[in-house]
């Protein structure tokens, strides 16, 4: 395992080669600003194969950016949001999103990060009383942040039934090209098929730089987008680097590409530790994410060996991410490091 190998975030990989060939391209000589680019029209149109014709992207700089502004799209003050209790816009966005919003977050409790729809009847009862928040949203991490993905059907259903309780769906896709990957579909299955009304499109934690965007579906309004962008302190003057790195992401399925890599290696970790004692993978291996358990006095001296997170203290559950860029030998050398310090 080479020294410069993290299994802590996928946010740790580097950038891929022909993101930044693509990056260094765009620098050549002087074009209109803020968006104004023939790059930027390009990559609004990718989005459209990608998402349907009524697709409007609105780029951005970074994941809690999209959330932020993809929900405000959404929302009033006085709204509330539900999402699982674990969810990133609930955990690890540091208040950004009740901040800016200034809506209220419902969290429910899931041992899979996913809702149902079964979990909203209990959560509309106040409905209509001025004393409560009023549930406008909910919002979904595809892939989770315990890394499952939702099935196509479980999208529609949960859909559906935010749709017939007058509420909007949000999906957080930091990891949707993982997600895509898993279930072998085209992004539009589960997103614009499928009934999700406002996207946020990650693409730095699998290859990029500082490039995410906010997908507007369902037809859905963009008169106030320009404005919520700028406000939200967004709206890049020099777009067009942002543009050429989602123009490479597309181009041949690169994005798929990358995303298919990092499950694979994530699926070669989680079966090279089933047969560690002491080790135990806890959750479905379904995106580039491993959970597991072992003893918690290991695992500072794992730690040592490989930058990781401990996801629960209490259940001593660590989390091991894979990335784009994570090779074979890079797995087989950390799970020669937990052989050793488990024995």
């Not at 991490?141 to 529609?156: C, F, K």
């Amino acid at each position: 395992m080479t020294a410069r190998r993290h299994f802590a975030s996928d946010n740790n990989a580097g950038v891929h080669p022909a993101v930044w060939r693509a990056m260094q391209a765009a620098g050549e000589g002087h074009v209109r600003s803020y968006g104004h680019d023939e790059l930027t029209r390009r990559v609004e149109a990718r989005f459209r194969e990608q998402f349907g014709p009524e697709a409007q992207a609105w780029m951005v700089f970074n994941g809690t950016a999209a959330n932020v502004l993809g929900l405000e799209s959404l929302t009033r003050p006085h709204h509330a949001i539900i999402c699982a209790e674990g969810a990133h816009i609930a955990v690890d966005e540091c208040g950004a999103p009740e901040r800016f919003t200034g809506c209220k977050l419902i969290t429910v409790r899931t041992p899979d990060g996913k809702l149902r729809p079964s979990d909203l009847p209990g959560l509309l009862a106040s409905r209509g009383d001025e004393h409560r928040v009023q549930p406008s949203v909910v919002s979904i991490s595809q892939a989770t942040e315990l890394g499952t993905v939702y099935t196509v059907a479980e999208v529609r259903a949960l859909a559906a039934a935010a749709h017939d309780n007058g509420l909007a769906l949000h999906m957080d896709g930091a990891r949707i090209a993982n997600a895509a990957a898993f279930l072998g579909v085209p992004l539009r299955d589960f997103t614009t098929d499928a009934g999700v009304d406002v996207l946020s499109f990650g693409g730095t934690k699998n290859g990029l730089l500082a490039a995410e965007a906010v997908v507007l579906l369902q037809g859905r309004s963009a008169d106030d987008m320009p404005f919520i962008r700028k406000q939200g302190m967004q709206l890049a003057s020099k777009m067009r680097f942002i543009a050429a790195q989602f123009l490479a992401y597309f181009e041949d399925d690169l994005w798929r590409r990358n995303a298919e890599h990092a499950n694979q290696m994530a699926r070669r970790l989680a079966e090279a530790v089933k047969g560690i004692p002491g080790v135990v993978v806890s959750r479905p291996v379904e995106a580039n994410g491993v959970f597991a358990r072992m003893p918690r006095e290991r695992v500072p001296a794992l730690q040592e060996r490989a930058s990781f997170y401990v996801w629960d203290a209490e259940a001593s559950e660590v989390r091991w991410m894979t990335a784009w860029d994570t090779t074979e030998q890079d797995v087989d050398g950390f799970v020669v490091a937990i052989r050793e310090v488990m024995t």
